[in-house]
């Protein structure tokens, strides 16, 4: 049987890198650049589902909301389709616009009934 370098984290695991086990370092490896990876998947969200850089995802969300006129803490970019957005809603005229384009017909008929 061959020997191995004993981890000084689990000396009953093998030696990965920089004294750890396997198991070890990749924890440390997620702690230490957790940052790093959080901004680069916004990054990408940003990209993907606006088309916007993420600095101007940031710009447009310290707009006021394009229906009701308020600012508050929680601000979102409403998009149609992927790539694309049509403006900045606070989360409450975000969720009653979704409810509305889901009954559009419903309500539309409605309307015109009476």
Known sequence: ??????????????????????KCWQHAYYVKNRTIRLLQSRQHEALKDYGLTFAQCQLLRQQACEICGTRKPKMCIDHKLPGTYRGILCNGCNIQLGWFERHQLSIQAYLEKG
Request: charged share 30%.
């Open 1 to 22: 049987m061959k020997k191995y370098r004993p981890a000084w984290c689990h000396p009953e695991r093998r030696y990965f890198a920089r004294g750890m086990c396997n």
